[in-house]
């Protein structure tokens, strides 16, 4: 079965670097996911797609201090130079013939 | 510019029946998948079904199967969700996305869908 898992959780300090970490069920370690970014009462956003290779495609106007890598099953978010508008929820997103697929989400608070 | 716009939420009872629609602009609509996704109050985002470029292949999660149905016109750059025999667990916002090739890369700014007598 097709999941992913994300803590709940994080923290990091205004300024200073986090990453975010989506995993990947066992058996589906070479899968691509996508991580989007949602603001309070707002649609989410798309900022990239990141494959098992770790290399990442970014969506429209998504600022170089996000990036994306992958170890294994994990795909990352990186946030870098943390802003107080980076506090928010995260979500990692993947997908296979006849489902997608959402974790459950992070909530990114900026100290 | 890219745009999803939705609109058709609003109250229902259990049991009723809802049609949101989603408009597309910015892109060519008939060359993309199109998703719907839904966010109940203070929870996660959950899929909830998928449509092809042409129709061809849809996808749906097993909680709707057999009530929600997703359609589109490409002519008029229009998606539909035709929600039947609604519960009270599909109150949520609803989301229209675009979907390129896996990833859904732009999102609508939601429709809310209360079911409640």
């Known amino acids: 079965q097709l999941v992913l898992t994300q803590s709940p959780s994080a923290s990091a300090s205004l300024g200073a670097s986090v990453k975010l970490t989506c995993t990947l069920s066992s058996g589906h370690s070479s899968y691509a996911i996508a991580w989007h970014q949602q603001q309070p009462d707002k649609g989410p956003r798309y900022l990239m797609k990141?494959?098992?290779?770790?290399?990442?495609n970014k969506g429209d106007g998504i600022p170089d201090r996000f990036s994306g890598s992958s170890s294994g099953a994990e795909r990352y978010l990186t946030i870098s130079s943390l802003q107080s508008e980076d506090e928010t929820d995260y979500y990692c997103?993947?997908?296979?013939?006849?489902?997608?697929?959402f974790g459950g989400g992070t909530k990114l608070t900026v100290l | 510019e890219v745009q999803l716009v939705e609109s058709g939420g609003g109250l229902v009872q259990p049991g009723g029946s809802l049609r949101l629609s989603c408009a597309a602009s910015g892109f060519t609509f008939s060359t993309y998948g199109m998703t719907w996704v839904r966010q109940a109050p203070g929870q996660g985002l959950e899929w909830v079904n998928y449509?092809?470029?042409?129709?061809?292949?849809?996808y749906e999660a097993d909680s709707v199967k057999g009530r929600f149905t997703i359609s589109r016109d490409n002519a008029k750059n229009s998606l539909y969700l035709q929600m039947n025999s609604l519960r009270a667990e599909d109150t949520a916002v609803y989301y229209c996305?675009?979907?390129?090739?896996?990833?859904?890369?732009?999102w609508g700014q939601g429709t809310l869908v209360t079911v409640s007598s």
């Open positions: 990141v494959n098992s290779d770790g290399s990442h």
């Open positions: 996305g675009r979907a390129n090739d896996g990833p859904f890369d732009y």
């Open positions: 997103q993947t997908w296979d013939t006849g489902i997608r697929v």
């Open positions: 449509i092809s470029s042409s129709s061809n292949t849809i």
